[in-house]
């Protein structure tokens, strides 16, 4: 148990405190005003942004869903490709490819294919998910 006289209580106001940094942590210039302070400028950059999404989206909605398209499945590849992650790249290789060929494939059972196919995805992520987090 914890006495008052082995506390050790600092008298210097909170803003003047240097705090330990993580010994991997970029080095801060001297002079560079805080990071708080660049808060309403990236609230107002976020504001503008999804203010051009939705009028770009209610002027051109086939341009907006096929360049969003585009980009929900060609950013996490390129991401990757960056990063250096072969096992998500294979993954997501055979994943697209199986999907491209329910789609271009002639079939009178295409729709029941393509919604099992979803599914089947969906199962595993989930299954994938919970064992993460178990084993976590």
């Known amino acids: 148990m914890a006495t008052v006289d082995k506390v050790h ?7 003047t405190m240097v705090l330990p940094r993580p010994s991997g942590a970029k080095k801060i210039p001297a002079g560079s005003p805080p990071y708080y302070e660049y808060l309403p400028l990236i ?5 503008a942004g999804q203010m051009a999404l939705v009028y770009w989206k209610k002027r051109a909605p086939r341009n907006f869903q096929t360049v969003s398209m585009y980009g929900v ?3 996490p590849f390129g991401r990757c490709l960056y990063n250096g992650c072969p096992m998500f790249l294979t993954l997501w290789t055979v994943v697209s490819a ?4 329910l789609f271009i494939r002639p ?3 295409q729709p029941r294919l393509i919604y099992k196919w979803f599914y089947w995805v969906y ?3 989930s299954m994938f998910a919970i064992i993460g987090a178990t084993v976590l």
């Open 107 to 109: 079939h009178m059972y």
């Open 98 to 101: 199986v999907t491209l060929v």
């Open 123 to 125: 199962q595993a992520s």
């Open 73 to 75: 499945w060609l950013f």
């Open 43 to 47: 609230i107002l950059m976020a504001a």
């Open 9 to 15: 209580y600092s008298r210097e106001p909170m803003a």
